[in-house]
C-alpha cells in the first residue's frame, strides 16, 4: 500500500518543518527570558499563537507518520515494539494536549490582569494534578521513545542515525524543560531531523513494504 507509505513520508516531513519552524519563533520569543521572570511576557508576545498553533499541527502529523513508521517494522520488532509505539503515541497525545492549554488557556490568563498573577507566580504549575500531569507526560514519552527506537535500530529497516537522532532529541526535549529552553529546542530540531530521515526511508524502502 504505497499511498499508506507516502501518507506518512509527508507527515513526518510536513511536521518536522513545523517543528523547526516552532523552534525557531520559541527562541525568539525567549529571547531576554531567563526562566525567572514574569512568563505572561513571553505568552503576550506576538508570536506566541502562531508558535503554539504550529506546534499543535506538527504534533498531530508526526504521530500520524510515527504509526506509520512503526507500521513498517511491526512484524519484526513484535511485543516491545507494540508497547514501545502505543506509550510513545501516548505520550504524544499528552504533548499536544499540554499545547491546547497554551493555545486557549494560557493567553487568557495572562492578558486578564485577575488572573495573570496565575502565570506569573507559578501558581499554575504548583498544581499537584498539574504536575503529576506534566510529570506522567515526561515519563511516558522518554520511555516510550527509548523502546521505539531501539525497536526502530534493531529492525534495519530504517537507518541508525535515524533512530539515535530521534532518541537523543527526545531526551535532550525532555532534559530541555528541567535544564535550560535552549537545551529543549536543541532537541526539538534533532528530534525533527530524524523524523525527516524516517520519512525519506519510507520513500525509499518501497520493496520491503510491511503492512500491519
Given at each position: 500500500?504505497?499511498?499508506?507509505?507516502?501518507?506518512?513520508?509527508?507527515?513526518?516531513?510536513?511536521?518536522?518543518?513545523?517543528?523547526?519552524?516552532?523552534?525557531?519563533?520559541?527562541?525568539?520569543?525567549?529571547?531576554?527570558?531567563?526562566?525567572?521572570?514574569?512568563?505572561?511576557t513571553v505568552i503576550r508576545h506576538?508570536?506566541?499563537?502562531?508558535?503554539?498553533?504550529?506546534?499543535?499541527?506538527?504534533?498531530?502529523?508526526?504521530?500520524?507518520?510515527?504509526?506509520?513508521?512503526?507500521?513498517?517494522?511491526?512484524?519484526?520488532?513484535?511485543?516491545?515494539?507494540?508497547?514501545?509505539?502505543?506509550?510513545?503515541?501516548?505520550?504524544?497525545?499528552?504533548?499536544?494536549?499540554?499545547?491546547?492549554?497554551?493555545?486557549?488557556?494560557?493567553?487568557?490568563?495572562?492578558?486578564?490582569?485577575?488572573?495573570?498573577?496565575?502565570?506569573?507566580?507559578?501558581?499554575?504549575?504548583?498544581?499537584?494534578?498539574?504536575?503529576?500531569?506534566?510529570?506522567?507526560?515526561s515519563v511516558t514519552l522518554l520511555?516510550?521513545?527509548?523502546?521505539?527506537?531501539?525497536?526502530?535500530?534493531?529492525?534495519?529497516?530504517?537507518?541508525?542515525?535515524?533512530s539515535v537522532m530521534l532518541l537523543?532529541?527526545?531526551?535532550?526535549?525532555?532534559?530541555?524543560?528541567?535544564?535550560?529552553?535552549?537545551?529543549?529546542?536543541?532537541?526539538?530540531?534533532?528530534?525533527?531531523?530524524?523524523?525527516?530521515?524516517?520519512?525519506?526511508?519510507?520513500?525509499?524502502?518501497?520493496?520491503?513494504?510491511?503492512?500491519?
Amino acid at each position: 500500500m504505497n499511498y499508506i507509505r507516502k501518507t506518512g513520508a509527508v507527515s513526518l516531513f510536513a511536521g518536522s518543518v513545523l517543528l523547526v519552524i516552532y523552534s525557531v519563533l520559541a527562541a525568539v520569543m525567549m529571547r531576554g527570558f531567563n526562566g525567572t521572570g514574569d512568563f505572561c511576557t513571553v505568552i503576550r508576545h506576538d508570536f506566541w499563537m502562531i508558535s503554539t498553533v504550529t506546534v499543535f499541527a506538527g504534533l498531530v502529523l508526526l504521530m500520524l507518520g510515527l504509526a506509520i513508521v512503526y507500521s513498517r517494522i511491526a512484524s519484526q520488532s513484535g511485543a516491545l515494539g507494540f508497547a514501545g509505539i502505543v506509550v510513545f503515541e501516548f505520550a504524544y497525545l499528552l504533548q499536544a494536549a499540554k499545547v491546547t492549554w497554551e493555545i486557549f488557556i494560557y493567553p487568557q490568563l495572562a492578558y486578564n490582569d485577575k488572573a495573570s498573577f496565575l502565570i506569573s507566580d507559578r501558581i499554575i504549575w504548583g498544581s499537584m494534578s498539574i504536575t503529576v500531569y506534566l510529570v506522567l507526560s515526561s515519563v511516558t514519552l522518554l520511555l516510550g521513545i527509548i523502546i521505539f527506537c531501539v525497536s526502530m535500530y534493531r529492525s534495519g529497516y530504517y537507518t541508525k542515525l535515524s533512530s539515535v537522532m530521534l532518541l537523543i532529541g527526545a531526551v535532550m526535549y525532555g532534559a530541555g524543560e528541567l535544564v535550560h529552553m535552549t537545551v529543549a529546542i536543541t532537541g526539538i530540531i534533532i528530534f525533527a531531523a530524524g523524523c525527516f530521515l524516517c520519512g525519506i526511508t519510507l520513500l525509499k524502502n518501497q520493496q520491503t513494504d510491511f503492512v500491519l
